[in-house]
C-alpha cells in the first residue's frame, strides 16, 4: 500500500525557514514525480513545487519562486520542500503527492493518485 507522510511544518515567523519533508512507502520513489501542494483557509488547494522522476526537473509557482526549493533523496525514498523568507500568505496545509504513472512533473493536481494527510505551516508573529 502506497503511503505519503508529511512532516516538518509548524508555526514560524515571518521571514523564517522550515523544512518539510515526504515520506514515502509502499513504492519506489525512484523514477516517478513529487509534487507539493497547499490549500489555505477558504482557497482551493494550489500545486507549488514538482520534481520529476526520470529527469529531476523542477518546477515552482511564482509564488513560491525563489524562496522555496524542492529536492528529493531516492535512497530514503524522501523529497523534501525547503521553504525559506516564509511569508504570512504561505500559510496553509501542505501535501505531497504522487502517481505510479508518472515520471514528468506537473502541479495538476488531477494528475496524482496519491497523497498524504497534509502537514501545517503557520507564518504569524
Known amino acids: 500500500q502506497v503511503q505519503l507522510v508529511e512532516s516538518g511544518g509548524g508555526l514560524v515567523q515571518p521571514g523564517g525557514s522550515l523544512r518539510l519533508s515526504c515520506a514515502v512507502s509502499g513504492f519506489t520513489l525512484g523514477y516517478y514525480a513529487i509534487g507539493w501542494f497547499r490549500q489555505a483557509p477558504g482557497k482551493a488547494r494550489e500545486g507549488i513545487a514538482c520534481?520529476?522522476?526520470?529527469?529531476?526537473?523542477?518546477y515552482y509557482d511564482d509564488s513560491v519562486k525563489v524562496r522555496f526549493t524542492i529536492s528529493r533523496d531516492n535512497a530514503k525514498n524522501t523529497v523534501y520542500l525547503q521553504m525559506n523568507s516564509l511569508k504570512p500568505e504561505d500559510t496553509a496545509l501542505y501535501y505531497c503527492?504522487?502517481?505510479?504513472?508518472?515520471?514528468?512533473?506537473?502541479?495538476?493536481?488531477?494528475?496524482?493518485?496519491?497523497w498524504g494527510q497534509g502537514t501545517q505551516v503557520t507564518v504569524s508573529s
Open positions: 520534481i520529476g522522476g526520470s529527469d529531476g526537473n523542477t
Open positions: 503527492a504522487l502517481d505510479p504513472t508518472r515520471t514528468i512533473a506537473t502541479t495538476d493536481e488531477d494528475e496524482y493518485r496519491y
